[in-house]
């Protein structure tokens, strides 16, 4: 089965010609809305990414159901409620905000091509991994992280207690893996689940710096797809919510580390 991936950022659409390719498709990639517009013979399924360089993404999308009822699942960073009620008008039948799990895409794919087996002009591929045997469920779905310009749209529930965990501690930040809170000079602190789990990482070895790759990869997942701009997003909330800037240094190119600020030191 052909997928035709439109995305203008070379690592993001390479990361999703190695996973659909593993899982069975064939991939082909264009980097502009006009160019795709005229590759969609014989493709059985569309990835659209909305922040293209020459068209919005939303006209793609319409242009795309003018001419076609091939299968489009738009991909985006925009997670706003008039941005996926927009693309579903447009003719998406499906809106995956990144960044998203390996897992979650290919089972949104898998019901996609479910559904679209009863259009009568465009049936599934017979050599799709859909076609090609009985549909059987989906592996579960990794929930999908929150919108990279908005941490604080995470879940803010927090994890179960984790027994036998010691505290974390620098100066007057505590941070207690067992209850999942962060404590500020004896005061609790709210944040998110994903700035618990990034703090606890900078905080098992205060002064070192930990790679902003080594930090995607343990904090949000080694199959995660978007910009790393999230994390500089969060690292911008922690810092606030810590109280100083100088908490967490940028280590220009590499990454963060945890310092203590010369205010808390007095």
Not at 27 to 50: E, F, K, N, P, Q
Not at 163 to 172: S, V, W, Y
Not at 180 to 189: C, I, N, S, T, Y
Not at 211 to 227: A, F, H, L, P
Request: with cysteine; hydrophobic share 40%.
């Amino acid at each position: 089965m052909d997928v035709l991936i439109i995305e203008d950022d070379d690592g993001t659409a390479e990361a999703l010609e190695r996973t659909l390719s593993v899982h069975g498709y064939r991939a082909r990639r264009v980097g502009t809305g006009a160019a795709a517009l005229t590759r969609l013979a014989d493709v059985d399924l569309v990835l659209l990414d909305l922040g293209l360089p020459d068209l919005d993404g939303q006209e793609v999308c319409r242009r795309i159901r003018e001419l076609s009822c091939v299968p489009v699942i738009v991909l985006s960073g925009r997670t706003e409620e008039l941005d996926r009620v927009l693309a579903l008008h447009l003719g998406a039948d499906d809106f995956v905000a990144k960044p998203f799990s390996r897992h979650e895409l290919v089972a949104r794919i898998q019901a996609v091509l479910r559904r679209a087996a009863g259009c009568s002009r465009h049936p599934a591929g017979r050599d799709s991994p859909a076609a090609a045997t009985p549909a059987t469920p989906a592996p579960p779905a990794t929930p999908a992280p929150a919108s990279p310009m908005a941490p604080g749209a995470e879940d803010p529930a927090p994890d179960p207690p984790r027994p036998g965990q010691a505290p974390l501690r620098c100066g007057p930040v505590r941070l207690d893996p067992r209850t999942r809170k962060l404590f500020v000079d004896g005061a609790e602190v709210r944040v998110t689940r994903k700035e618990f789990d990034l703090l606890a990482m900078l905080l098992e070895e205060p002064g070192s710096v930990m790679e902003r790759q080594d930090i995607m990869c343990r904090v949000w997942d080694e199959n995660w797809y978007g910009s790393t701009r999230t994390l500089d997003v969060h690292v911008g909330s922690l810092r606030s919510k810590l109280g100083h800037t100088e908490w967490i240094e940028t280590v220009r190119g590499v990454g963060y580390r945890l310092a203590l600020p010369t205010a808390a030191r007095a």
